[in-house]
């Protein structure tokens, strides 16, 4: 569950005043004292997997900081500059995957296709090959081939959070009828096309 933009401020505070800290319990009281810790000072805010505006509209901090909203969700706030980040290419996947397992040489393109060159895949894929001395990349990239334990095979190593819990983080944010199209797509085991798209969801035209 998201935490409350009180709780936020109560976490940073406590991060300049110590963690036995007593705290407003007014939320404006509160807000003004977060305020009041970052004032004066040069702070760069991280607020990581953000919920909505509403969440990280009362985060702002004092002019003479930044922040950096991470979040599933379009979020556009005051002074905010927008960058939506992509899949990795091929090449940047294959870079990455080998800074954490240079030993993941003989299969690495493999790996990265299979773990959909998403970051969080190759990481936690790379750092189980990084401290598993007897498990062969070859082999590993075999096994990845199987999609009905691709997921618990690419594992959490290396990641505070699994691929798979990921996933229904954004999954369980969808609107049911957006959802409900997710669930009858999941026919498809690779790539497929607008027309498959239509049949499959009875979604002429894409409506939804």
């Known amino acids: 569950n998201p935490r409350s933009p009180q709780d936020v401020m109560a976490i ?4 300049f005043l110590g963690p036995e800290a007593k705290l407003p319990e007014d939320p404006e009281h509160l807000s003004q004292l977060y305020r009041s810790q970052l ?6 805010l991280l607020l990581d997997n953000a919920a909505d505006c509403a969440q990280a509209r009362p985060l702002l901090p004092p002019t003479g900081s930044a ?39 003989p299969a690495a393109e493999q790996i990265c296709k299979l773990c959909g060159y998403l970051p969080l895949a190759l990481r936690a894929a790379g750092s189980l090959l990084a401290i598993t001395a007897d498990l062969n990349p070859v082999d ?26 990921s996933f229904n983080l954004s999954y369980e944010r969808l609107p049911s009828e957006a959802a409900q199209v997710f669930r009858l797509l999941s026919v498809f085991p690779a790539t497929f096309d607008a ?6 969801c009875a979604d002429a ?3 939804q």
């Not at 940073?12 to 991060?15: K, S, T």
């Open 12 to 15: 940073c505070i406590r991060a």
């Open 67 to 105: 922040v950096l909203v991470t979040s599933r969700q379009f979020i556009t706030l005051p002074g905010m500059t927008p960058l939506t980040l992509h899949l990795l290419t091929e090449e940047e996947a294959r870079r990455l995957l080998l800074e954490i397992a240079s030993r993941a040489e």
């Open 39 to 44: 004032s004066g000072k040069r702070v760069l």
């Open 205 to 207: 035209g894409h409506v």
């Open 140 to 165: 590993y990239a075999a096994q990845l081939q199987d999609e009905r334990s691709r997921l618990e095979r690419i594992g959490t190593e290396g990641v505070e959070i699994g691929v798979a819990a």
């Open 195 to 200: 027309l498959a798209e239509e049949a499959v």
